[in-house]
């Protein structure tokens, strides 16, 4: 309609001039900015284009705009700065909210796995690895990448596996994704596609973000129970699967630590099936009352597709994670990152690569581990003095461990007791593909400090009292 113009370059007023209508046009102008402001469009504080430049990009006099301008500034909804600068000045109209039913109370003490003490990310260190990672990065680096990532953090990540945790890690090995979630959901989507029709997984296990996937791919995921010692093989001899993801250096949620015999035969069971292992190094950076356990990886990295991630050590919101791959799934692999995402956000990943290279990293563990182990030592502590019956195990390492609750005692019913005194803890049953006769509680103490943690444990030995009275 040759009667209309919008402008162009200031698009958010969403201005519309009709030269037709007989309106005189700065009428419309002002009209036009008052439904912007009403309607939440234009906040409060939003710089208006200046009026000369709004006149050339509508078409219209200079003097058009000066008025609407002023217009709108005696009505309340402009003001006009120093230097010719004029802002939105008022806010839009409250608009009537529904009511939404109210949220649940949050627990005055919350033992749930996941929650990390984010408050001690080395904000400093890491401003310092971005600055450099700007300053040095070549422009090629910004542009469209692989779908493994950048070279350096497959250097520096390969450098610090090897040395810490003992893997067999090549530069050309390594894929970064978003987090173990989409590491673990990339390479079942990978074997999906070679022909695999089932995934063993440990039972329990927290992968949540498996199962749900695996059914969507149409994958059969089946448990395979642990006891003190990690998987148990000779139920595991007896399964047929194409991977199994495992926990090895401390099972979650149990704590296990997979021995070397164990190892050994998991080893023997892929090879002889053809079947990918899948090693979730979730938590092994804090261990407290035990010397290093180094991953199966680093003995059979034909066999084993290493996972690690930052959302443990530094912070969940990173969403910074790696595989570390049979060189036969590499590329696979890789393809698959590209096609979910294109790849992950360049600067985070420039920018862990300086942390790791510069050692801040090694330096943040170092620091953080007395912190969790002091939390981990009260827990205990306070178990110990206010609910003997229940048996903890796991705690050598990691950021929670389970507490085995006394025969005869239904873990739901404390789970449900402990709520009402304000304290959330987990069962193992959610976590379970089989059912067991034994209940426990899952404590999560990473992100609580140790007067939270006691009195946590102080409401929970009271709740526990609850369920022996009835």
Do not use: C
Not at 200 to 224: H, I, Q, W
Request: glycine letters at 10%; zero cysteines.
């Amino acid at each position: 309609m040759a009667g209309l113009q919008t402008n162009s370059a200031g698009e958010s007023l969403l201005v519309t001039l009709d030269r037709d209508s007989g309106e005189p046009l700065h009428r419309q102008l002002a009209a036009a900015v008052r439904d912007g402001v009403r309607s939440g469009r234009l906040r409060r504080g939003t710089t208006l284009p200046p009026t000369r430049r709004l006149a050339g990009e509508l078409g219209v006099s200079r003097g058009v705009v000066v008025e609407a301008y002023q217009q709108l500034v005696s009505e309340g909804y402009l003001t006009s700065r120093t230097g010719g600068y004029t802002e939105v000045a008022a806010t839009p109209a409250a608009q009537p909210v529904p009511s939404a039913p109210a949220a649940p109370a949050a627990p005055a003490v919350d033992f749930g796995y996941g929650r990390y003490d984010v408050s001690n990310f080395p904000r400093a260190a890491w401003l310092r690895s971005i600055r450099r990672a700007y300053a040095q990065a070549p422009n090629e680096r910004f542009g469209y990448l692989t779908g493994r990532g950048v070279p350096e953090l497959h250097e520096a990540l390969a450098d610090y596996l090897n040395r810490v945790r003992g893997t067999a890690a090549f530069p050309d090995t390594v894929v970064v994704s978003n987090g173990y979630a989409q590491g673990i959901a990339l390479t079942a989507q990978v074997l999906a596609a070679r022909g695999a029709r089932r995934i063993a997984v440990e039972d329990p296990s927290a992968d949540d973000d498996l199962r749900p996937l695996a059914r969507t791919m149409g994958l059969d995921v089946v448990g395979v129970p642990v006891d003190d010692d990690g998987v148990r093989i000779d139920v595991l001899d007896g399964v047929d699967a194409d991977a199994l993801v495992l926990t090895p250096t401390h099972q979650w949620p149990t704590g296990a630590v997979l021995s070397a015999p164990r190892r050994a035969a998991v080893l023997r069971w892929a090879a002889a099936r053809g079947a990918l292992v899948v090693e979730d190094d979730y938590d092994a950076e804090y261990r407290y009352d035990r010397s290093p356990v180094g991953t199966m990886q680093g003995l059979a990295p034909d066999l084993v597709a290493y996972s690690g991630t930052a959302s443990k050590t530094l912070a969940p919101g990173l969403r910074l994670g790696w595989l570390v791959l049979p060189r036969s799934l590499v590329d696979e692999v890789a393809e698959a990152k590209l096609l979910a995402d294109r790849g992950s956000p360049v600067l985070d990943q420039l920018a862990f690569a300086d942390f790791l290279a510069h050692g801040e990293f090694d330096r943040h563990l170092r620091r953080m581990r007395p912190i969790y182990r002091r939390r981990r030592d009260v827990l205990l502590a306070a178990l110990a003095a206010l609910l003997p019956e229940l048996e903890p195990a796991g705690i050598s390492a990691g950021l929670h461990l389970v507490a085995w609750l006394p025969d005869g005692v239904d873990e739901a019913t404390v789970v449900a007791a402990a709520a009402r005194r304000g304290v959330r803890v987990n069962g193992v049953t959610p976590y379970r593909l089989s059912p067991a006769e034994r209940g426990g509680l899952i404590f999560g103490y990473s992100a609580l400090n140790e007067r939270v943690v006691a009195d946590g444990v102080a409401r929970l030995a009271t709740a526990f009292a609850d369920v022996r009275r009835k």
